[in-house]
């Protein structure tokens, strides 16, 4: 029996489709390309009323990359970008009033190592000096080929490292376990170190200057939710940013998502996670197999 599910049956990241789109058939880009845009969506939607956020080419380099198998058409743009505007405004509600605790801290200087492109999003701040907006912060949803050990690693950290340099926040989004993390000085859950965690979420602010600046990063597990963490604009403004929302916004909204996972099953590539959360795993599919099998 097959079962399917129109809404994420898991409590996060769905590692049916997650585990999929790392595969050498998956298609990340399609998920990549869906959910930076329910991305920009959700963000767009809380911001203060003097920023907006749009999609434009971001850092990252597609291509095929004989590491991951991973495919895709060449392009470069920020995930998002979020823009301030002059004029007064009050913070729109957001799906969630809580914010994560930060896992850690780590200082910005040590994660600054030294091709068509993925869309990624940028926050712009409308100023009246700047006719088309003042970019703030861009947003990376990270792709296999850019991050530690992928082909285009190299082009992706110069990159980096030039977005900082001119001030901007850089907010990466890595669900992607299988591969290493973007800087080294992050445990790799791909090389089973200690205190590796599978997702994380940096948000690298060289603000006053490089020199002094940080990288505030939210990591969570297998079992964990994602997590709902806080992007500082201008003047203490902020947006908050509900993650889960926006990714169970993307698989109930993409129905290839749905169609193309059967939970009777184990996870494609299951033994790419840590055997402790490999039995994590099989115990929420349990229930969730319970509960699929009962509607």
Same mark, same amino acid.
Do not use: K
């Given at each position: 029996m097959v079962l399917r599910s129109?809404?994420?049956?898991?409590?996060?990241?769905? /590692?049916? +489709?997650? &585990?999929?789109?790392?595969?050498?058939k998956g298609d990340w880009v399609s998920f990549h390309s869906s959910h930076i845009e329910h991305l920009r969506i959700h963000i767009d939607q809380r911001l203060p009323d003097n920023y907006f956020a749009v999609s434009e080419l971001g850092l990252q380099i597609g291509g095929f990359d004989a590491g991951t198998g991973w495919e895709s058409k060449s392009r470069v743009r920020p995930d998002i970008t979020i823009t301030e505007r002059e004029t007064p405004s009050t913070m729109k509600p957001s799906v969630?009033?809580?914010?994560?605790?930060?896992?850690?801290?780590l200082t910005l200087l040590?994660?600054?190592?030294?091709?068509?492109?993925?869309?990624g999003l940028t926050i712009y701040y409308m100023a009246e000096t700047h006719e088309h907006g003042q970019p703030?912060?861009? /947003?990376? +949803?990270? &792709?296999?080929?850019?991050k530690i050990g992928g082909a285009y690693h190299n082009e992706y950290s110069k990159k980096r490292r030039e977005t900082l340099e001119t001030g901007l926040q850089l907010i990466e989004i890595d669900y992607l376990h299988a591969s290493r993390p973007v800087i080294r000085n992050l445990a790799s859950y791909r090389d089973k170190q200690k205190n590796a965690y599978p997702?994380?979420?940096?948000?690298?602010?060289?603000?006053?200057?490089?020199?002094?600046?940080?990288?505030?990063?939210?990591?969570?597990?297998?079992e964990d939710k994602l997590p709902v963490f806080p992007i500082l604009l201008r003047?203490?403004?902020?947006?908050?940013?509900?993650?889960?929302?926006?990714?169970?916004?993307?698989?109930?909204?993409v129905r290839v998502f749905q169609s193309m996972l059967d939970y009777a099953v184990a996870p494609i590539n299951i033994d790419t996670y840590t055997e402790a959360d490999q039995q994590k795993i099989q115990s929420i599919l349990a229930d969730i197999r319970e509960r699929l099998g009962n509607t």
């Open positions: 129109r809404t994420n049956p898991y409590p996060g990241i769905n /590692i049916h +489709l997650n &585990s999929f789109l790392q595969s050498e969630s009033s809580e914010t994560s605790s930060p896992t850690g801290t040590d994660s600054l190592r030294d091709p068509d492109e993925l869309i703030i912060a861009r /947003i990376e +949803l990270l &792709s296999p080929a850019n997702y994380v979420v940096l948000i690298n602010d060289p603000r006053p200057t490089l020199e002094d600046g940080w990288i505030r990063y939210f990591a969570w597990h297998v003047d203490g403004e902020q947006v908050i940013i509900d993650l889960g929302y926006a990714y169970n916004y993307t698989y109930e909204n």
